[in-house]
């Protein structure tokens, strides 16, 4: 919504804060028609330009979020598996797979729904976004490796339009029902919201969004630049790196000798009783704790522009607290906010600013180093420090110390806002009356989401009357994920079978019973003599305004549209007058005076209108920048995985490459064949070390085998089979990925339930074995 900045103050939030119960009353039909005036879409005064523009300027920036969401995942798991096909050849294999992920969306490929299909998706996401109750509970039952696909839908498709106050409110109420289960079910408040889950999850996605974004940017961005500027600034202080720092820099100088009495490696106590490591580090500590105090000052001085959904947040996390856990102290529920602002907000920017578009490219080494302990500062600052695996950490205890106090009253004024229920109720009547309610939706996210909610229907929807057990049995069973390249984006219009659109906001006032006939009348009468003073140039040049001259003088224009309402509202003002409400005598002096500060409160609004647009332009900037670097990243994957390609076929003794450059046109890939099965005994994996235990009774080994069949590069199937019988004793899928992520972090057994392998050797039978047969 135009109006709306920061949720609170808004032109409407002083009137909203009147209404009682669900019951509109002239106050909110006054309300009512003054936010249909603002968001009057067909005209064309400078005010509706300039909305034009920052509605087109926000779907923007809500389109280039998703976006960056995306590739920033996809950055992520190449990032990893790329290093893992450095590591291991048979990795190659999976470099189709891989590439999937590189391909471009090709809007000519694939299909939508059919009609049918479609107005059930409408009604299914009109349902999901107007009642986050489901979206909450389905957060609850899905598991963590679900989360991250579901949350890409919730924060950036169903709720994307991420500067309107309508899906702001919508996705907090969500946060509401998701935060409440939490707390109500935790018996431990020291766990509270600390695990990886996907309530964590959702609540580090929600701080990723535009409006956080945009804060980080404009109050970190300066302070780490200026930081990172000293490349050579090393304030390390962890005193065994220090002591081999020392080492090193000796070794340097003295051709590789050391001074008598000098050892190469010490222990950690060793290191902090050493009395030249000591001295290297007291003035970095003063330094480290003026430039951490300085970090503190500048967020400290933000709070009246931290994004109003993060403050709520906080004022939720602070409530709950006091209602579920009364016993616990000011000082542990203020950690449990500083571990939400600091640990899921604050500190990730910090610890790498490039991936928050604050800096143009990753810090040097030492101020990288420098900006991690500043992070391990403020986190223990803000929530309970504990120096057990960092004791030298405890030699910065002074600045916690020293700042417990600010920081405390910060994350209490951090949940002083106000709440936004009659707001949201005023912002859904008015959606109601929209005939373009619509989202932005990708074919997968739409099947996804189908298929999570088809999951767990029965929790979901255990009524046979609820709307969305009847929508989803209607659509049946969720479609399969179609390829990226098919994975186009449409638009969504959202409608409900069970909701009924308001025609106009005087239709929806007439049945209100507290609401009078004349109250309506009065309303409208005074919207449409400021909807003409915005469409006739000229019509307020003179005050103050005559209004029946203007009615006469749209009534008597050649536009149409006018000539409508002005004989619309020289009726009204008669009836008016007949009321005993307005008297012509006095030039109509109450409307008159109601007319003019609507004028005065648009025009404030559009100064407020063109204030926004100039920071959210900052704001597209920011993440277009970050869209091109991510789409070079990925440009890069493909300049490797191309080059992957022309070794393993040009050279094929060859297991080591280069990148090179893309270029010149390519084959298509031949379409995978399965290879295998390939057969081996228990004795022979047994041998070899493949098999580490095995569950198998001694008499019977000499009759079991293990066929390994490959159906795609990249995928292998291990069955387990006894002599004489068909079918399998049991199968494993087995993706390579999983394994190499296994061996890199050192999980050397595979359990097959009857036998557990070793993880390595696997590796090495499967690249022996297919990479070779391939050849």
Same mark, same amino acid.
């Given at each position: ?80 598996? %790329? ?72 924060? *950036? ?17 969500? *946060? ?12 431990? *408040? ?21 409006? !956080? ?107 709950? &607290? ?5 016993? @616990? ?34 810090? @040097? ?23 057990? $695996? ?16 600010? %920081? ?57 009357? @609820? ?43 007439? !049945?209100? !019973? ?14 449409? *003599? ?30 149409? @549209?006018?000539?409508? $309402?002005? %004989? ?69 994957? /493909? ?8 070794? &393993? ?39 070899? !070390? ?45 993706? %390579? ?36 047969? /391939?050849?």
């Amino acid at each position: 919504m135009a109006a709306y900045s920061n949720g609170v103050g808004s032109p409407i939030s002083s009137v909203s804060r009147r209404i009682t119960g669900k019951n509109a009353n002239r106050y909110s039909v006054s309300a009512m028609y003054s936010m249909a005036a603002e968001q009057d879409t067909e005209l064309e005064d400078d005010l509706a330009r300039a909305q034009k523009r920052l509605r087109e300027l926000k779907s923007r920036i809500s389109a280039v979020s998703k976006k960056n969401f995306v590739l920033e995942r996809d950055v992520r798991y190449l990032d990893q598996r %790329i290093s893992l096909l450095i590591q291991n050849k048979m990795a190659l294999e999976e470099r189709r797979d891989i590439e999937g992920r590189l391909d471009d969306v090709e809007e000519e490929d694939g299909h939508y729904p059919d009609e049918r299909k479609l107005a059930l998706y409408s009604n299914l996401f009109f349902l999901l976004q107007h009642e986050p109750r489901h979206i909450a509970l389905l957060c609850r039952l899905i598991s963590l490796s679900q989360v991250d696909a579901l949350l890409q839908t919730v924060m *950036f498709t169903l709720y994307g339009n991420q500067y309107e106050s309508r899906e702001e409110h919508l996705l907090l109420t969500m *946060f509401q029902v998701v935060l409440s289960h939490q707390f109500d079910t935790s018996t431990d *408040f020291g766990n509270l919201l600390r695990a990886n889950t996907p309530v964590s999850r959702m609540m580090t996605t929600y701080t990723r969004r535009g409006p !956080g974004q945009s804060y980080l940017k404009s109050v970190l961005a300066e302070r780490i630049n200026s930081l990172i500027e000293h490349r050579e600034l090393n304030l390390e202080i962890n005193p065994v790196k220090v002591y081999e720092q020392m080492v090193s820099q000796f070794e340097e100088e003295n051709n590789g000798d050391l001074p008598d009495g000098m050892a190469k490696v010490v222990t950690p106590e060793e290191a902090a009783e050493n009395a030249d490591v000591q001295a290297i580090i007291a003035p970095r500590l003063t330094m480290l704790m003026e430039i951490a105090n300085s970090f503190l000052h500048t967020i400290i001085d933000s709070l009246e522009t931290v994004p109003y959904g993060i403050r709520w947040i906080c004022k939720q996390i602070k409530s709950l &607290s006091k209602r579920r856990f009364p016993d @616990a102290s000011d000082t542990a529920i203020c950690s449990l906010i500083g571990g939400f602002f600091f640990l899921r907000f604050i500190n990730p920017a910090i610890v790498t600013p490039q991936s928050y578009m604050l800096v143009d490219a990753t810090p @040097a080494k030492h101020p990288r180093r420098t900006l991690t302990l500043i992070a391990k500062m403020l986190q223990n600052l803000a929530n309970k420090p504990s120096y057990a $695996k960092e004791q030298y950490m405890i030699t910065l205890n002074p600045f916690v110390e020293n700042n417990k106090t600010r %920081i405390n009253q910060f994350l209490n004024n951090l949940c002083e806002v106000s709440d936004f229920y009659d707001t949201l109720e005023m912002d859904q009547y008015m959606a109601l009356s929209k005939k373009d309610l619509r989202i932005n939706i990708t074919m997968n996210e739409m099947y996804n989401t189908h298929a999570l909610l088809g999951q767990h229907l029965d929790q979901m929807a255990p009524s046979e009357k @609820a709307h969305l057990r009847i929508l989803l049995e209607d659509l049946g069973a969720a479609p399969e994920q179609v390829s990226r390249k098919e994975n186009r984006t449409m638009e969504l219009p959202l409608f409900s079978r069970w909701e009924v659109p308001i025609q106009d906001l005087t239709t929806a006032f007439a !049945g209100e !019973g507290n609401v009078t006939h004349s109250d309506i009348l009065y309303m409208e009468a005074k919207s449409i *003599f400021v909807n003409l003073i915005r469409s006739i140039q000229g019509a307020n040049d003179k005050l103050p305004i005559d209004l029946e001259g203007l009615a006469e003088r749209a009534a008597t224009t050649k536009d149409a @549209a006018l000539v409508r $309402k002005g %004989i619309k509202v020289k009726e009204m003002l008669r009836e008016l007058v007949e009321a005993h409400i307005l008297d012509p005598s006095d030039g109509y002096h109450l409307m008159q005076e109601e007319v003019a500060a609507e004028l005065v409160h648009l025009g404030n609004l559009r100064d407020k209108v063109l204030l926004e647009t100039r920071s959210l332009d900052a704001v597209y900037r920011n993440i277009s920048d970050h869209n091109d670097y991510l789409k070079s990243q990925l440009e890069q994957y /493909k300049a490797y995985l191309q080059n992957v390609r022309k070794s &393993s076929g040009n050279d094929k003794s060859s297991t080591g490459v280069g990148v090179i450059t893309v270029g010149g046109k390519e084959k298509k890939p031949v379409k995978a064949t399965v290879q295998g099965p390939y057969r081996f005994t228990h004795a022979q994996l047994e041998k070899e !070390g493949i098999i580490v235990e095995s569950n198998v009774p001694e008499a019977r080994r000499p009759n079991i085998y293990f066929n390994i069949t490959s159906p795609s590069p990249g995928a292998f199937i291990i069955a387990l089979h006894y002599k004489g019988r068909e079918k399998a004793i049991l199968e494993m899928d087995l993706k %390579i990925d999983d394994l190499l992520e296994k061996h890199k972090d050192n999980k050397h057994l595979l359990d097959l339930e009857y036998v557990q392998l070793n993880v390595p050797k696997v590796l090495a039978l499967l690249n022996k074995v297919f990479t070779r047969r /391939k050849n």
